[in-house]
């Protein structure tokens, strides 16, 4: 139960979330961080079983390393999306499904990237897209609102409404907005406060 919010913008990729962590029919936290940096310029925003997705960050973490190591360059957003896919992929096979769906972001040499990869390990290529309890709300403001060659700067008040809708209407939702906007320099964090 939660929102996370991903859309593209010129050079730049947007990551939005609640800030809302549920235990059943209560609250559990207020203050849960649900978007991660995997390096400088990709990150992750998860929604679902919280265990499940720190597990598979950590292990995309340390698999991207490894494999940059050997390699000598960094991995692209879509390897990094295909690498997670491949972790959820084997988990549902197994019988032992990681219950949690990811948006995979970051800008590489083809630019800004976005992907959305669920618990069956399918991944999709996005401009735009939402996950979690809130997400519909949140769809809401995307479909009505996003554009394409978008600035930073819109990208970032077009994902926080749409979180903030979202925290309206969703009881699993709530709390504060988060958020990450990934440029070729690097990563900054905005806070945007309760709604």
Known sequence: MTTIVGL???DSVVL??????SKGGMIGSKGVKKIYLIDETKAVAIAGQLSDANYLINLVKAEAKLMEFNRGFPLTVKEVAKLLSNMLYSGMRSYAPFITEMLVAGVDDSGPQLFEADISGAVTDENFTSS???SPMAYGVL???YRA???PEEGVEIAS??????IER???SGNGV???VITPKGAEWHNMGGA
């Not at 409404?161 to 979202?166: G, I, M, R």
């Open 178 to 180: 988060q958020i990450l």
């Open 161 to 166: 409404k749409a979180v903030k809708s979202a």
């Open 16 to 21: 939005a979330s609640d800030s809302r962590a």
């Open 132 to 134: 979690g309890s809130g």
């Open 149 to 151: 060659a978008l600035t």
């Open 143 to 145: 479909e009505s609102t």
């Open 8 to 10: 593209k913008c010129v």
């Open 170 to 172: 969703d009881p699993g």
